[in-house]
């Protein structure tokens, strides 16, 4: 719904962590999202690669938003992450999460990071989440 977006992408516009490293919002729809960022060097671990911590913010960004894109306060049940690839530094990082299942209580998600050059796609992260959705809206005035 369109109200539902709405309320998300304020709450979103105000994270200062997000904000702090970067994370844009390209897309989203009641069960698909798309966000990126750019690895910079504040990013970069002991040996001068991205930190693993940077490429779980993103895809944790990712599932916040779309975990709360239908007025209902959500919140993490489980999250686990398998790292693929390690990217460049200065690399676009791209997550794009989908849906795959909801009901009263938990939903069901999954996310693929990656970066593209020239074309190519490298998969660099998955990462399956679980959350528990509370039943309290967000904004009590707008329809759940």
Do not use: W
Not at 44 to 53: E, Q, T, V, Y
Not at 56 to 61: K, P, V
Not at 74 to 81: G, H, Q, T
Not at 103 to 108: E, F, I, L, P, V
Request: glycine residues 8%.
């Amino acid at each position: 719904m369109k109200e539902h977006r709405e309320i998300i992408e304020r709450l979103f516009g105000n994270d200062e962590y997000a904000r702090s490293l970067g994370i844009v919002l390209d897309e989203l729809t009641d069960t698909k999202i798309r966000m990126h960022m750019r690895l910079d060097a504040s990013m970069l671990n002991f040996f001068g690669m991205p930190h693993g911590a940077a490429i779980y913010s993103l895809a944790d960004a990712a599932f916040s938003v779309l975990g709360n894109n239908s007025n209902n306060v959500s919140v993490a049940l489980d999250c686990s992450i398998t790292y693929h690839a390690s990217p460049e530094p200065g690399s676009l990082l791209v997550v794009e999460g989908e849906n795959i299942s909801m009901n009263k209580r938990t939903g069901s998600y999954i996310f693929a990071v990656y970066t593209e050059k020239g074309g190519d796609r490298t998969r660099v992260a998955t990462m399956k989440s679980v959350s528990f959705r509370t039943g309290r809206p967000i904004d009590p005035d707008v329809e759940q």
